[in-house]
């Protein structure tokens, strides 16, 4: 094999090993919320509203249309008091963007990496369902009436 192909064959190499593994990071997040979210949020999202747990689905991402909603998915009990670390955790609310939030995640949407976690978690508010109240007023303000 001369230098030319070589070359062309290592860089396919890599190409495919940074798809395998992100591809892993997805199957990784994917088996969190299974774990650690499924069992309030549903598998697709839909949540159980009636019983007080909202709906993520087509909905969770305009809180990042807001100043606090970023850190405030971070705080939220469920996400705080998972075992993963900050590191899984943001790779889970990644996967949750991209897979429930999908149409709701605003234009220019910043990947939350485990720094980002680690700082929400070291600020978290008081009172998190007045917190809630408040990014959905926030929200309401900005016309995006339909996040509950």
């Known amino acids: 094999m001369t230098v030319a192909p070589m070359i062309r064959y290592g860089l396919l190499l890599v190409g495919l090993s940074g798809l395998l593994a992100g591809g892993a990071v997805a199957d990784a997040a994917k088996k969190n919320y299974r774990l650690h979210c499924m069992g309030c949020h549903q598998l697709d999202g839909t949540g159980s509203p009636e019983n007080g747990i909202p709906s993520m689905r ?23 008091n998972t075992p993963l670390s900050d590191g899984e955790t943001a790779e889970l609310l990644n996967w949750v963007m991209t897979n429930i939030g999908r149409a709701s995640i605003p234009a220019g949407f910043k990947p939350y990496t485990a720094d980002d976690v680690k700082t929400y978690r070291a600020t978290v508010p008081q009172d998190i369902p007045g917190m809630r109240v408040r990014l959905l007023k926030q929200l309401e303000a900005v016309q995006i009436g339909s996040v509950r």
């Open 58 to 80: 087509d909905e969770v991402g305009h809180f990042l249309r807001v100043p606090e909603g970023r850190a405030y998915l971070s705080q939220v009990p469920g996400t705080l």
